[in-house]
């Protein structure tokens, strides 16, 4: 088969690459590329269609209408009571992957779609969220003033209105029955209450991580898994509690991801505790770089001395060696000497003579000031008028002896 000459067509009949439909706008979170989205049939597979909500709330439903929903529609969903709107983020194959991951307990979970949604549909969505922010600011207060310890991060109205979800924090047991009594006389809503975690809540209001990026837990992450200093400490990270920390006060979920890698690498490095002999010295375990495969040992067991940097390989031949009973003659191998490290000339590359005309610049100013304070000195002196002895205007003094005479 040619592959130089095959063409990959867009569902617009563009040459371009993959399928346009294989993803929507990277405006929302959780979102999932549908690489399966151009392959034909592959919405007949099953009638399971994935729909987003506010921030990272997801939910799954039966396509039972056969509508001809695409990636980013908007639905009208069943909901208990009412109907609720949301985003249609995935269909066909993928979804019953997806499925699996959010660990469904029954299939009862699993609701229905209505209908595409209809501009009143629309509407009802659009009014009931504008009442988000407003419903958020008193709530927190009417808790505040019923004594409860908790914190009302987010609030998210149902899509016809008749129902909110107050997402709460609280370290404790809270008992808000009183409190749902109140929200409800309050806002004339159905109320439903969900606790979450700290690192649901970052998550759901979002936010830009020390790395510059936005968070892993409102972009695509969807389980948590616990993150323990020991990922640290396998990774040589320095346990420094306001650097391990993120935007929700917890570890980082990213202490994980690399966290396996470095165990397989780890276990290429020798024992910190073995010591290698040499015909120079004993050298002892000082640091390691475990992905570069590098260790660093020391003369000295508590301080940096005469280090020397050589493979985990290298530092196994030696292990073997001094088993045997023999001492090679240094770390090196191939005999290679310590090359020393040179001092840097940091003039070396530069341009010496940049300096000069500004040199000359200063010359001139100064020049040219001190003849201008000469010709000052000059004008003065030639304006002056003569003094004898006593101090007096010479003038003075001839008009004063021909009075006399």
Known sequence: MDYKNMKFKLANGCDRGLCRRSCCRQDRPLNTYDWLADVPGNNLTTDLVEVQFKNTRKGYYHNVNGLDLKKGDIVAVEAS?????????????????QIKKANLKSPEEIRRIYRIA??????????????EDDTMIQSR????????????????????????????????????RQLIK??????????????????????????TGPCGRELCCATWMK??????????????????????????A??????????????????KIPNREIILQTVDGDYYFFKADILAGLVTYSTDKNL???????????????????????????????????????????????????????????????????????????????????????????ERRRSEETMNQ
């Not at 209809?118 to 009442?131: F, G, I, N, S, T």
């Not at 929200?183 to 759901?204: N, P, T, Y």
């Not at 948590?224 to 993120?246: C, E, H, M, W, Y």
Request: glycine share 8%; with cysteine.
């Open 81 to 97: 009571p009412g109907h609720d709107i949301g985003v249609v983020t995935l269909t066909g194959s993928l979804v019953k992957l």
């Open 118 to 131: 209809k501009p009143v549909d629309m509407q009802k969505y659009e009014e009931a969220k504008a009442r």
């Open 141 to 176: 207060k009417i808790a505040k003033d019923l004594g409860l310890q908790m914190k009302i991060g987010d609030v998210e109205y149902q899509g016809d209105g008749n129902k909110a979800i107050f997402y709460y924090i609280a370290d404790e047991r809270v008992d808000f």
């Open 182 to 207: 109140v929200l409800a006389d309050a806002f004339h809503v159905r109320i439903e209450m969900k606790q979450i975690g700290a690192r649901q809540e970052a998550g759901r209001i979002g936010g």
């Open 223 to 248: 389980n948590f898994v616990s993150v323990s200093t020991n990922a640290a400490r396998i990774q040589d990270i320095s346990l420094n509690p306001q650097k391990l920390a993120g935007m929700c």
């Open 250 to 267: 917890k570890l980082k979920c990213c202490l994980n991801y690399e966290a396996d890698n470095y165990v397989e690498s780890s276990r």
């Open 304 to 394: 940096a001395a005469n280090l020397e940097t050589i493979t985990t390989h290298r530092a196994k031949e030696i292990i073997e060696m001094n088993k045997r009973g023999e001492k090679p003659a240094q770390l090196l191998s191939d005999g290679r000497q310590k090359e020393k490290a040179r001092p840097v000339d940091l003039l070396a590359e530069a341009d010496i003579s940049r300096f000069d005309q500004t040199k000359k610049r200063k010359r001139r100013r100064q020049q040219g000031s001190e003849q201008e304070a000469t010709r000052g000195a000059n004008q003065n002196r030639n304006h002056r008028k003569p003094m004898d002895k006593e101090g007096h205007p010479t």
